[in-house]
């Protein structure tokens, strides 16, 4: 048996010390990571925006109005929902006594519930915790509160990003053409034109994703003052956001907005709400999705949920929403290895013939 060197071992054992080392680093600042990609994908997303307004005014003016514009999305969306949220939750806790006595009053004149509520004297343990409740509002105000402070310190987080995007789209494109002069002009020209169509890929899927919740939204809202639910719009809005999230997210929206239901017009609302949800999410997830995102993101449907679920298998929802875009930039990647592969096996042409001599008496070429 051959005797390995101790330089060797040594050698081993500092590389698998350094590798260990680094990831429990990566594993320290992962947070920061994490920002810095999320930061990296918004640049990317917005670039084209930004592009174009750019033409018409300063980059660094277009940069603020397009970030500014992607601030107000989510506040816009906070002030739709949140307040006939907390209006009908109030008023809910306020009619709990009058929905408790009327519960009371049924179970009376039922032979069979009035005997189990003598048995164990349900209506009346229900009665006192529905009396109780409008005073336990100040407990839900500080609740509500609490959460408030949790988004407070979560906009650190939010401004870290929002400035990571801003640098990335003022000086991005520097750095890249930097990097790319370290490489030779053939592959220079090769590893721009794939940061290009890497681009355009993440360009497309968030112009694809937009889509799609609009277009849930839009049909939900129809749905809904179809069958006269309340807050309609409120409800649209919720199943456009979730619609943003492949796969699960119609499906998260629909329970939503199914427990709404149950107060109004039960079971006719509910049941019609159900049919149409499960028919239009099968819809969604296997038609508009696909090949929105074959056509924006050129990704075979197939590809595109196996992504998808592979990413949310890992990551959960972050995975299901960056598993498109990757598959996309992992797609591109392979092409062009293949495609620089299969030029370097091909071989050389043939040297060209020499040309023959002039016979004699020919004239001499000029």
Same mark, same amino acid.
Not at 354 to 366: I, K, N, R, V
């Given at each position: 048996?051959?005797?390995?060197p ?8 500092? =590389?698998?010390v ?15 990571i ?7 994908f918004?640049a ?39 307040p006939?949220l ?5 008023d ?13 009053d049924?179970v009376?004149?039922n ?22 409740? #409008?005073?336990?509002?100040g407990?839900?105000a ?9 988004i407070?310190?979560s ?5 870290t990003?929002?400035?990571?995007t ?17 490489f030779p002009?053939?592959?220079?020209a ?7 169509r ?13 889509f799609i ?6 049909a ?9 639910? #309340? ?6 809005v ?5 619609s ?34 499960i028919v ?10 696909p090949?929105v ?10 590809v595109?949920?196996?992504a998808?679920?592979?990413g949310?298998a ?12 990757l598959?996309a ?15 370097s =096996? ?7 013939p ?13």
């Open positions: 048996m051959r005797d390995v101790a330089r060797a071992v040594v050698r081993v054992v500092l =590389i698998v350094a590798v260990a080392v680094c990831l429990y680093l990566v594993y320290l600042v992962r947070r920061p994490t920002w810095i990609l999320i930061a990296a918004l990317v997303a917005l670039s084209g925006p930004v592009n174009r307004l750019a033409r018409r005014v300063r980059r660094g003016l277009a940069i603020a109005v397009v970030l500014v514009g992607l601030l107000l999305v989510p506040v816009a969306l906070v002030a739709v929902i949140v006939p907390i209006t009908e939750a109030n809910f806790a306020r009619n709990v006594p009058d929905y408790s006595r009327a519960l009371t049924f009376e004149r032979e069979t519930l009035s005997k189990l509520n003598e048995d164990y004297n349900i209506t009346q343990e229900l009665q006192q915790e529905a009396e109780k409740l #409008p005073s336990k509002l407990g839900a500080t609740t509500l509160r609490d959460l408030g402070l949790g407070v310190n906009l650190f987080a939010l401004i990003i929002f400035v990571l801003a640098f990335m789209l003022g000086s991005g494109s520097r750095w890249v053409e930097a990097g790319l002069a370290n002009p053939p592959r220079q090769r590893a721009s034109r794939s940061l290009e890497i681009a355009a890929a993440i360009s497309g899927y968030v112009a694809g994703a937009m919740a609009v277009v849930a939204g839009a939900t809202y129809v749905v809904l003052l179809i069958l006269g639910v #309340p807050f309609a719009a409120p409800l649209a919720i199943a456009g956001f979730f943003l999230i492949p796969l699960i997210g119609a499906t998260i929206a629909a329970v939503l907005i199914g427990a709404v239901t149950l107060f109004d017009n039960f079971p006719t609302a509910t049941i019609i709400w159900a049919v149409w949800a239009y999410q099968q819809f969604e997830n296997h038609l508009i999705q090949q995102q074959k056509r924006t993101v050129h990704v075979h449907p197939f595109t949920i196996v998808v679920l592979m949310s890992l990551l959960g929802v972050l995975g299901a929403l960056l598993a498109i875009p598959a930039s992992i797609q591109i990647l392979v092409r062009e290895y293949l495609d620089l592969r299969t030029l =096996i091909k071989p050389d042409p043939p040297p060209e020499p040309e023959p001599p002039p016979a004699a008496g020919d004239p001499a070429p000029a």
